[in-house]
């Protein structure tokens, strides 16, 4: 119900569309699924509005590698919070496949994954409370660890790398 | 022994903090239990048949004296005055109340422990030999590895909701004590054509209502390339390890089902691609963790000791509990100490509070206030010297700690079962106790030998029923519990599933067959074979008859 992105509450601007049916006017910025992406490739890149792909879990995000320039926003669907693979998906498009659109969370967003979601390359989570209440929810989740230990792509500093510094200023 | 650093200590502080807030929130009823359970699942809290139990983490097996101090307050504060050592080396506490755990759990930070991810869908607490930086068969100490795992499991940001938990075992040793062959990862340190010492990887290995022995995905990974290429495997298992079935969703099924060559194929791929990154750990790092496990400072002493030889010579009983509780020690002059868990007729890896304070003075007296915990339940003091073993030994028997039957008969792994489990179906503890009972006379355990009878209360096997020599697996069957033997099973190098005897026994009967196998097992045996060694070379026929005869 609300999308809090870089610190505050975003306008909704995609139309996320179903495997099937009539595709909006040429105008709207679309979300598609992956399966459909894949099929209709051509006609939904020869489209005026924004276009974005939905990854469900057990998608292949290599299956974008041509096309990631083309894509303004990536959705990835969480259908339950227990579901973890878009995790992995959200690592690989960033890291990996060097992803530098908008990653939005999207589905069963709680507050107590938003942290875990950031630090895999997510950058904006749709969370099915309303606009402040969501603001906040995301303000408190990434406040509420400070310490890293895994290096991911998120630019936090790990434990680890501190560490080093630490060691390396001591011996100076 | 590792010290936590001011970050260690920062995020454990933090995450008692984020826990204390979850709880509040939970209390409120802003959020459901269904949305609380896997938060309070990753930090060890279980909501069992009686009450809410805590599990907490001793990472790798490895307390000191202050940490294990501390253990035994937190019993007598929060508890009922004992805790409970369990197969994975952890403690759990079975009856604490749900509003004072966030204050147990920052008791627990005053000593730089925890009970992160000791349950829920993610990597589990590392575990190990307890005897690692003692023994003498070592290659080498495996626990900064360990430590190195545990920094890097710790809250992985994408591995926190697997399809399924993950526990990773690590051996240093080619005696194989954590019994890495059946954990989803088991790691076995050995060296290299090139003489490097480096780590062959198993996966999918694992007990529970399907059990494999693990497969070697990998002969050969070296230190640096470990953390790269356990971030491959689990990479590999949360993307492509099963979802739609929670009793498939371990990595073991994924392996059995795709086979092991498709996902060495796939982790391999995988590998390629981060283990030039950031995940590559260098030598110096290796070797910082390293120094933090250094030895003591030993002294340098003969290997014989006249007052210890003395002592074994006037004391039988003492005599008895250094032929089965004390292991050679790498270090000479030195000895391995094993405090069972297992008095006759008592409950499997119970230990009171005043017990565990015990067992910490020791180990600060005698051992470098080094102690462990086994996955058999029991505790070791890892670093006596043989000439302090009978003030230790005498101190321990007061207290009920000086069984002299590690790896005997009496020595049963047992789970809670349904004495306090939620999903047991039968009950476990008091199986074990008229068994440790009707094998009391310590004669006749030495004369048995070694024999690992393990008991579950239910198929999911937190008893390692399948790895027992003697396996037991409680079962209900119209409302009435019985037992089903296994043979043969074991959890060393030598790693096997135990077979199905047969049809199962009732409470009634149960001890009577596991008698009528021991003393099968002593009238055919051969000169030196273990229960285990005669099983392997008569097979389970000669078994069978004894147990059903006709039948």
């Keep these: 119900m609300a999308i809090v992105k870089n610190d505050s509450v975003i306008e909704q601007e995609w139309i996320t569309v179903d495997a099937e049916g009539d595709l909006p006017s040429s105008d709207e910025n679309l979300i598609v699924p992956l399966a459909r992406f894949k099929e209709e490739r051509d006609v939904l890149l020869g489209r005026n509005g924004g276009l974005g792909v939905q990854l469900n879990p057990g998608d292949a995000p290599e299956d974008l590698a041509d096309d990631l320039d083309r894509l303004s926003i990536i959705t990835v669907n969480f259908p339950a919070y227990t579901d973890g693979r878009g995790y992995s998906y959200g690592r690989v498009l960033r890291e990996r496949m060097g992803f530098t659109g908008e990653l939005r969370a999207v589905g069963d967003v709680l507050r107590d994954q938003?942290?875990?979601?950031?630090?895999?390359?997510?950058?904006?989570?749709?969370?099915?409370?309303?606009?402040?209440?969501?603001?906040?929810?995301?303000?408190?989740?990434?406040?509420?660890?400070?310490?890293?230990?895994?290096?991911?792509?998120?630019?936090?500093?790990t434990a680890q790398s501190l560490r080093e510094r630490r060691r390396a200023v001591l011996q100076s | 022994m590792y010290r936590y650093d001011d970050f260690d200590r920062q995020l454990v502080l933090e995450r008692t903090e984020q826990f204390r807030e979850q709880v509040k929130r939970r209390l409120a009823g802003d959020i459901t239990e269904e949305q609380f359970r896997p938060l309070r699942l990753m930090n060890g809290v279980y909501l069992q048949l009686h009450a809410y139990m805590l599990r907490v983490a001793v990472p790798y097996g490895t307390l000191r004296a202050d940490q294990l101090r501390q253990l035994g307050m937190i019993a007598r504060k929060y508890d009922k005055g004992y805790g409970h050592f369990t197969t994975r080396q952890n403690i759990q506490y079975n009856w604490p109340k749900l509003d004072e755990i966030p204050d147990a759990l920052l008791d627990l930070a005053k000593v730089e422990m925890h009970a992160i991810q000791t349950s829920g869908n993610c990597i589990r607490n590392t575990t190990t030999d307890q005897y690692a930086g003692a023994a003498a068969d070592e290659i080498e100490d495996p626990r900064p590895y360990c430590e190195l795992i545990r920094q890097w499991s710790t809250f992985h940001p994408e591995f926190t909701y697997l399809p399924r938990k993950f526990k990773i075992a690590v051996t240093g040793s080619p005696n194989d004590r954590a019994a890495v062959k059946v954990?989803?990862?088991?790691?076995?340190?050995?060296?290299?054509?090139?003489?490097?010492?480096?780590?062959?990887?198993?996966?999918?290995?694992?007990?529970?209502?399907?059990?494999?022995?693990?497969?070697?995905?990998?002969?050969?990974?070296?230190?640096?390339?470990?953390?790269?290429?356990?971030?491959?495997?689990?990479?590999?298992?949360?993307?492509?390890?099963?979802r739609d079935n929670k009793y498939k969703a371990r990595i073991k099924i994924l392996v059995?089902?795709?086979?092991?060559?498709?996902?060495?194929?796939?982790?391999?791929?995988?590998?390629?691609?981060?283990?030039?990154?950031?995940?590559?750990?260098?030598?110096?790092?290796?070797?910082?963790?390293?120094?933090?496990?250094?030895?003591?400072?030993?002294?340098?002493?003969?290997?014989?000791?006249?007052?210890?030889?003395?002592?074994?010579?006037?004391?039988?009983?003492?005599?008895?509990?250094?032929?089965?509780?004390?292991?050679?020690?790498?270090?000479?002059?030195?000895?391995?100490?094993?405090?069972?868990?297992k008095p006759i007729g008592g409950i499997p890896g119970d230990a009171t509070d005043s017990q565990m304070e015990l067992v910490a003075d020791l180990s600060e007296k005698y051992s470098f206030g080094d102690v462990r915990v086994t996955h058999e339940q029991n505790l070791v003091l890892p670093h006596v010297k043989k000439a302090d073993l009978f003030a230790v030994w005498s101190e321990l028997d007061k207290a009920e700690l000086g069984t002299a039957n590690l790896g005997y008969v009496t020595d049963i792994i047992s789970c809670p079962g349904l004495d306090y489990c939620a999903l047991a179906t039968a009950r476990s503890i008091p199986l074990s106790q008229r068994i440790s009972e009707r094998f009391g006379d310590l004669d006749r355990q030495h004369d048995i030998g070694e024999l690992k009878i393990k008991i579950s209360g239910c198929i999911n096997a937190c008893g390692h029923h399948h790895v027992g020599h003697i396996g037991i697996l409680g079962l209900d069957k119209r409302g009435k519990e019985f037992y089903q033997i296994t043979l043969g099973g074991d959890a060393s190098e030598d790693a096997a599933i135990g077979k199905i005897a047969g049809a199962g026994f009732s409470e009634a009967e149960v001890v009577d067959a596991i008698e009528s196998l021991v003393?099968?097992?002593?009238?055919?045996?051969?000169?030196?074979?273990?229960?285990?060694?005669?099983?392997?070379?008569?097979?389970?026929?000669?078994f069978k008859e004894v147990l059903y005869g006709d039948r």
């Excluded at chain 2, 002969?219 to 390339?225: A, L, Q, R, T, V």
């Design chain 2, 256 to 341: 059995h089902e795709e086979g092991i060559d498709k996902i060495r194929e796939l982790v391999e791929e995988e590998w390629a691609q981060i283990k030039d990154g950031s995940l590559r750990v260098d030598d110096a790092e290796i070797a910082h963790y390293i120094e933090q496990f250094a030895p003591p400072a030993f002294e340098a002493l003969s290997d014989d000791d006249a007052d210890f030889e003395r002592h074994k010579a006037e004391n039988r009983r003492f005599a008895n509990w250094v032929r089965s509780n004390v292991i050679e020690h790498k270090q000479p002059g030195y000895a391995i100490a094993n405090v069972s868990l």
């Design chain 2, 183 to 242: 954990h989803d990862i088991g790691l076995r340190m050995h060296q290299n054509d090139a003489g490097e010492t480096g780590f062959e990887v198993m996966v999918g290995g694992g007990l529970g209502r399907t059990p494999f022995v693990g497969k070697t995905i990998r002969e050969f990974i070296g230190k640096n390339d470990l953390f790269s290429y356990l971030e491959a495997i689990l990479r590999v298992y949360n993307r492509f390890g099963r």
């Design chain 2, 519 to 542: 003393t099968k097992y002593i009238d055919i045996r051969e000169s030196g074979e273990r229960f285990i060694d005669t099983y392997r070379r008569v097979g389970m026929d000669p």
């Design chain 1, 114 to 157: 938003i942290l875990y979601m950031h630090r895999c390359g997510f950058d904006s989570y749709d969370l099915q409370v309303e606009g402040d209440v969501a603001l906040n929810k995301v303000r408190a989740a990434l406040k509420e660890m400070s310490v890293y230990y895994q290096p991911t792509g998120d630019g936090r500093v």
